[in-house]
């Protein structure tokens, strides 16, 4: 069929979906396993796999030096996590002190965490190290689709003026997909806002450029309210505190949380999380043992109902209590210029002066408005799974279900259910695969045990060897000295 | 860290049975205060080594009951190093007590101080890195070697 529409067909073994760190760390695991990498190709619109993150972390205030929310030991680059970023980055900038602190954390420090800067360069140090840019293939993908013999086609669309035809198929028996988020998800209340006054200045999503808030607070007093109790909202408070104490602003700030959380919260004194002031606390996105401990395998345990309620007693949205930033708000809170409080906003109108007005419930159930300059929306990055084209293809016409949560449903080894193909398999990896046998897949070190998972099943079926401990010490010695593979 | 109670029990055991057994033979023979041949010290010290793994398994069921009580139910770096403390105390009152099966005659603070730390150190500064290498599954699963 594919011939008759004049579309050319390409055999590889192994194709990857996305193009982002979660295609990046499977074929690093893959090529670590001895696949050659004429046997595995990369499609996505990214240049490179920190494309998409960068722009992300960048616009919701995190610059290449800030420090990321990571552990030391999550090193995309480095599937051991050795030497951890803490020591790679002593190393570098000859600084002892971060050992220090990758030593005494958390009980006497915060968590060390690395710069975004330095995973930009060690990614891109271990990508000319496998050849990945020989496995890159730019374009749109369109859809995968099982083969009756076997195996899957995935359609691409390559750039204009890249090749002969408009599309082209890759006839894979594997495929692999980590296409991260479908896209950006408004508060309902701030969409309607956006949609009806057209006004898409005032209003923002943090993950969306947005510099011109902080450059109209530099040139006159100005009122923010900012929307969100996670990591985005903790870094634009940050920004906007820092951008106050550097350049002596009057900037205002009110921020709203939904759910205001006062203290240590929890079921008893084993599953007590801290809180306060409005936030609930957390060094990563989950608690670490779900990375690979205690929490891991009771997930993995579990099922169904049970497993759910343990996604809700350890989910939802946390930030880390770092000293700097409980330093700055309590600094906000004495000088009144930072109003902390829990409020449902109902809607957002124009002021005749060209300000925002948010009406809303407190906490007691009184009403109340704020008016404001700008509204900042840090509540999140989850759309709809069905948004992203290629994976709502797959769950209309590839076999693929929803979970729970939503999601796509995965075995342990991380194959789609549903959507086996002859000897072929399809696996996936990153945030489509959340609310399965194992929490944190959207995180570095997740998407490390989804390829190591995904590489032991492809061991299995003989596609490559197996990460024994031979294996794994003579590659990363090739690692450690920098030799290609 | 990250461990789960098996983790624990078998990166002890493991440990001990090869970076422990390893750094025990190197140490041995410079040891300070020995008394008798080179031999009779080693028996001591592969019977003291012997003890901690045994004592550890308890030990280990104390931290993992101490673990519950925080929230990442995770061990930090530093708690794995400064643990010698009460592991080597009750080590060696039991070594003094004379209640360490096989070991006789006196061991001298020096000299079962001086393996204690050395050991204890080597083992830590193995589980915090090369351990990865070894096997890379090892910290993704909460420990465990099997």
Redesign the interface.
């Known amino acids: 069929m594919l011939q008759d529409a004049g579309i050319p067909v390409y055999d590889v073994p192994l194709v990857s979906v996305g193009g982002g760190f979660g295609s990046f760390t499977l074929l690093d695991v893959l090529r670590i396993c001895g696949v050659p990498a004429s046997a595995m190709r990369v499609l996505s619109n990214s240049d490179t796999p920190w494309q998409t993150w960068e722009y992300l972390t960048r616009v919701s205030q995190l610059p290449p030096a800030e420090r990321i929310r990571s552990d030391a030991?999550a090193r995309p680059d480095n599937?051991?996590?050795?030497?951890?970023y803490a020591v790679h980055e002593a190393w570098q900038d000859k600084s002892p002190k971060l050992l220090w602190q990758?030593?005494?954390?958390?009980?006497?420090t915060d968590f060390f965490s690395p710069r975004a800067a330095t995973v930009f360069a060690t990614v891109k140090r271990e990508a000319d190290r496998i050849s990945y840019w020989d496995m890159l293939l730019k374009g749109q993908v369109r859809m995968v689709r099982r083969r009756d013999g076997g195996g899957y086609f995935t359609l691409l669309t390559p750039p204009p003026g890249s090749s002969p035809t408009k599309r082209v198929a890759f006839r894979s028996q594997y495929v692999h997909l980590a296409v991260g988020y479908p896209g950006l998800k408004f508060l309902e209340d701030l969409q309607q806002f956006r949609e009806t006054y057209n006004d898409y200045h005032r209003v923002v999503n943090a993950y969306e450029p947005h510099e011109h808030v902080y450059e109209f607070l530099k040139t006159r007093p100005g009122t923010v309210v900012v929307r969100g109790a996670g990591i985005v909202a903790s870094r634009v408070l940050q920004r906007l505190m820092d951008d106050r104490e550097r350049h002596g602003l009057q900037t205002r700030i009110i921020h709203l949380f939904r759910a205001f959380v006062t203290g240590p919260h929890?079921r008893g004194?084993?599953?007590?999380?801290?809180g306060g002031d409005g936030w609930a606390y957390?060094?990563f996105t989950f608690?670490?043992?779900a990375?690979?401990?205690?929490?891991?395998?009771r997930f993995r345990r579990l099922e169904g109902a049970e497993r759910a309620a343990l996604y809700k007693t350890v989910g939802g949205t946390t930030t880390p209590k770092l000293r700097r930033w409980q330093e700055q708000m309590r600094t906000g809170r004495q000088g009144d210029w930072y109003h902390p409080m829990q409020a449902t906003v109902h809607k957002v109108e124009p002021t005749p002066d060209g300000r925002l007005v948010s009406f809303v419930s407190h906490g007691d159930g009184t009403p109340g408005h704020h008016v404001s300059d700008f509204i900042i929306d840090c509540t999140g990055l989850e759309a709809d799974m069905p948004e992203h084209r290629v994976l709502a293809d797959l769950l209309e016409h590839g076999g693929a279900r929803r979970n729970g949560a939503g999601r796509l449903t995965v075995e342990e080894s991380f194959e789609v259910s549903g959507t086996a193909s002859g000897n072929g398999a399809l696996y996936a990896s990153g945030a489509a695969v959340a609310g399965n046998h194992f929490p944190a897949v959207d995180s570095f070190?997740g998407m490390?045990?989804a390829a190591?998972d995904i590489a032991a099943d492809l061991a299995r079926r003989g596609f490559c060897a197996p990460?024994g401990?031979g294996r794994?010490?003579s590659q990363?010695l090739k690692w450690a000295t920098g030799r290609r593979i | 860290m990250i461990p789960t109670l098996a983790g624990r029990l078998q990166t002890r055991i493991f440990l001990l049975a090869t970076v422990g057994v390893v750094l025990t033979a190197l140490i041995v023979p410079v040891l300070p205060g020995t008394t008798g041949s080179l031999a009779r010290t080693y028996g001591t010290a592969y019977l003291i080594l012997l003890a901690v793994a045994v004592v550890g398994l308890f030990w280990e069921l104390l931290y993992h009951l101490l673990m519950q009580f925080r929230w990442d139910k995770d061990w930090p770096t530093l708690f794995g190093l400064v643990t010698i403390v009460p592991e080597g105390l009750l080590m060696w009152v039991l070594l003094e007590q004379g209640l360490i099966p096989g070991v006789d005659g006196p061991v001298a603070f020096s000299t079962f101080a001086t393996m204690f730390v050395f050991v204890w150190v080597g083992q830590w500064l193995f589980a915090n890195g090369p351990m990865r290498v070894v096997s890379v599954q090892w910290r993704l699963r909460g420990g465990r070697i099997v």
């Open positions: 030991g599937i051991w996590g050795f030497p951890s990758v030593l005494v954390e958390p009980v006497f929890g004194p084993w599953m007590r999380r801290d957390q060094a608690p670490k043992s990375f690979g401990g205690q929490l891991k395998a070190l490390q045990t190591l990460l401990s794994s010490i990363w």
